[in-house]
């Protein structure tokens, strides 16, 4: 009893040592996030990464309102920029990724015409992420446009506030979305599988898609900060982001 007394009060405090730090980041990393940080804290065990996931606008917009982030992983280079020029952000936004966009359906689908499977007459709705405020969903509707076929099926759309929700109205409410590549690779996504269930839209369709990551004001001097920065720009994040479908 009193071992385990003695060990409860030692992880209080190792958990009352531990340096937290707010990450903001995009919808579209919300699966590769955890194998990141799960080993980024394998060597900074005393350093705790708290996600805060939501599209980028909205992370742009509530970062302008003095939200207490530290970092921000955004799914463009749009808003990090926007942000260093305020002086928001303390660093130059730099590449940490290169996203796809892809087409989902929770049923087998012929894809051999690719993104021309949306005018199909079967396929009444199609969810994508808010144009307005998620990369994703613009480079989606960029992409409709592109190949001349937006004004066929705009009246299909249904818009979701992020990336992940698209995937999760295609799977439970829309005929097809268009969604994050890097969404797919996760265990509960492992039975729908590339050419049946999803194809990756023709990336000549759309603006490619660089995903930035800056510093932000409140991670200034702090080295915890940093250290996480780094290991995202590193050799070893950038496997893990392969792995889950980025560039």
Known sequence: MFQKIILIGLSLVMFAQAKIINVAASANVSYAIGSIVKEFE????????????????????????????????SANMKYPNFLYKEHLAITKPKIYAKGSLALLSSVPQNFHNNILITTNKKIQ?????????????KAAIEALKKANIYKKVKNKLIFTETVSQAVAYTLKATDMGFVAKSLLFSPKMAK????INWVEVNSKL??????????????????????FYNFILSKNAKKIFKKYGYQ
């Not at 980028?56 to 982030?69: D, E, R």
């Open 42 to 73: 394998k060597n900074h065990s005393n350093i705790k990464v708290q996600i805060i996931l939501a599209s980028s606008g909205k992370l742009t917009a509530q970062i302008k309102n003095g939200a207490p982030y530290q970092l921000f992983l």
């Open 192 to 195: 729908y599988k590339k050419g």
């Open 206 to 227: 759309y603006t490619p898609i660089n995903q930035g990551i800056v510093i932000l004001k409140n991670g200034s001097k702090n080295k915890d900060v940093q250290e």
């Open 125 to 137: 709705t199609i969810a994508v992420a808010n144009p307005k405020t998620a990369p994703y969903g």
